[in-house]
Structure formats: C-alpha cells, structure tokens
C-alpha cells in the first residue's frame, strides 16, 4: 500500500507565500511522475505543476512564475513553493504520485485559503 502524505497548508494573505510537502515511500518515488491538483469547492480537480523523475517541469498557466514544483529524491518528497498567491488559489491541494496515467497514488489533500 502506498500512501501520500501532504502538508504545509494554511491561511495566508494575498501575496504571500506557502511550501507544501508530500512524502512517499522510496520505491514509489524513485518510478514516479509526481504532482499537484487542487480543486476548489464546486469546481473539478485541475493539475497545477509536475516533475517528472529527471526533473522535467510543467505548470498550469496560471501558476506559471508564481509556484515552483521540486523534488528531493533522497527524502522521497515532492514540493510546491507557492508565491505571490491569490484568493483564485484557494483550494484543497492533493499530491499525485504516477507509474502511467493508469496507476496512480492521490494524497488526501491539504486545504490552502489565501484571503485578507
């Protein structure tokens, strides 16, 4: 059993930043395209950034220039540095572990609410 644990999520102003965390086990990381999703009440689950295992990066264009995705494969961990964020980012935020668009691990999510 594989499991996705995320965290870092919280309540931050507009324009402010916040990390989030998603650990996994070795041998599912080490094969795995990783990634964040987030949806927002009502809507559908929409991909915000993934990294391939070489590093390879893709992002939502609204994201683009703002969040940065990055992976630590000694610490089996995916992040999501999140800056300049908008009351559009709030959202619940769940990690994505892949070995093909058909064998795929989600976190439970991590609610981020960015408001004044």
């Known amino acids: 059993q594989e499991q996705l644990v995320e965290s870092g999520g919280g309540l931050v102003q507009p324009g402010g930043s916040l990390r989030l965390s998603c650990a996994a086990s070795g041998s599912f990381f080490s094969a795995a395209t990783m990634g964040w999703y987030r949806q927002a009440p009502g809507k559908q689950r929409d991909l915000v950034a993934t990294i391939t295992r070489g590093g390879v990066r893709n992002y939502a264009d609204s994201v683009k220039g703002r969040f940065t995705i990055s992976r630590d494969n000694a610490k089996n961990t995916v992040y999501l540095q999140m800056n300049t964020l908008k009351p559009e980012d709030t959202a619940i935020y769940y990690c994505?572990?892949?070995?093909?668009?058909?064998?795929?691990?989600w976190g439970q999510g991590t609610q981020v609410t960015v408001s004044s």
């Open positions: 994505k572990g892949a070995l093909s668009s058909n064998l795929a691990v």
